[in-house]
């Protein structure tokens, strides 16, 4: 018995589209995260990158449980004195809905190169169409999002 080591040329990747649309950010991210790293293939390896491109449509429609809209801050800092900016969820929605959707899975992925080379990956637009139907993606039907 060998134990069996994928190699780069054995990857093969398939682009996903994954419809936003009344899911719920948390689940939707978790699921994303899942394609992006590859978990869902038996050729995973922890190592490599061995995951789908995935192509996120109607990120702008995305829900929220509880009181996350007004509760939930974004921050970051410039590094100079007063630099500190903040934002709620309900700002950066109405902003920026992509961003809220890449932050979530960003968070769910390795925090290092590989987690950097994954998130590359990741293509999400605020409404319901992508540029990307020349990579004939396959779309992932809403009882494997639940």
Excluded: C
């Amino acid at each position: 018995m060998k134990t069996y080591a994928t190699k780069k040329a054995d990857i093969t990747r398939s682009w996903r589209v994954v419809d936003a649309d009344g899911a719920t950010l948390g689940r939707l991210a978790t699921q994303i995260a899942a394609l992006l790293r590859g978990k869902h293939k038996a050729t995973f390896s922890p190592h490599l990158d061995t995951g789908d491109p995935v192509i996120v449509v109607n990120a702008a429609k995305i829900r929220v449980t509880g009181n996350k809209l007004l509760a939930k801050t974004y921050v970051r800092h410039s590094g100079y004195p007063g630099g500190l900016r903040s934002e709620t969820l309900e700002g950066l929605l109405a902003r920026r809905p992509e961003e809220v959707i890449r932050r979530a899975v960003r968070g769910m992925l390795p925090q290092n190169r590989l987690g950097e080379q994954m998130i590359r990956k990741l293509h999400v637009y605020a409404a319901g169409d992508h540029p990307h139907a020349a990579q004939k993606p396959q779309s992932i039907a809403k009882e494997d999002q639940a």
